[in-house]
């Protein structure tokens, strides 16, 4: 019985233990309508988007994601300056998730003293961006911390003005725990169950 009781109180473990995983953007793919990336069981597409002053996002065919040795950037037309940037427009690399994750940290290279990012996140999971900080500096490590506040499956990562340019080189993301390990939880608590109408029907006897 204590062995059975053991299993099942690790099975719950597994049933709530969040798995990390931290992608590296950086590489030579060049420009294309997006990247997909895999890492630990999670899969992530970076597409190309933008957005305006309101936090309204939008897309065009022209509009391409870019991977170079510093990381993902984007580009709207061949020769413009492959950073994520607020150039000629404010720049928005989107992450769509297979999965629901918590986002731990975000990454960047090229980074100057005025460079700051835009966050977006799909408040409503309806599918659609909100905006959440215009204006978030980037520390002089290049990596930012999240402390696991935003969970879910799209976030996107922006630029909002000339001042702001720089890359996106990885991210750290935990997954939000699959309920894969339920059936076997509850088929446990049916053998208790079984093994405790058997007691009382022994003693009965």
């Not at 992530?44 to 065919?61: D, Q, R």
């Not at 297979?98 to 835009?118: A, L, P």
Request: glycine content about 14%.
């Amino acid at each position: 019985m204590k062995k059975i009781l053991a299993t099942l109180f690790a099975l719950a473990l597994s049933c709530t233990a969040a798995q990390a995983a931290t992608f590296d953007f950086t590489g030579n793919g060049g420009r294309a309508t997006s990247y997909t990336f895999v890492e630990d069981g999670i899969s992530v597409t970076a597409s190309p988007a933008s957005f305006n002053n309101g936090g309204g996002t939008s897309t065009s065919p022209s509009y391409r994601v870019g991977q170079y040795g510093g990381g993902l950037g984007m580009s709207r037309y061949w020769g413009e300056n492959h950073q994520v940037d607020g150039w000629f427009g404010n720049d928005l690399i989107v992450f769509d998730f297979d999965r629901n994750v918590t986002i731990e940290s975000v990454s960047f290279t090229h980074v100057d003293r005025d460079d700051e990012f835009s966050f977006f996140f799909d408040l409503g999971n309806d599918g659609s961006l909100d905006d959440i900080n215009f204006n978030v500096d980037i520390p002089g490590s290049g990596t930012y911390s999240f402390f696991g506040t935003w969970t879910g499956d799209t976030f996107g990562i922006g630029a909002y003005d000339y001042n702001d340019n720089f890359k996106i080189s990885g991210m750290t993301v935990s997954a939000v725990p699959l309920p894969a390990a339920l059936p076997l939880y509850g088929a446990g608590m049916a053998v208790i169950g079984f093994i405790g109408w058997r007691r009382k029907k022994r003693l009965a006897a």
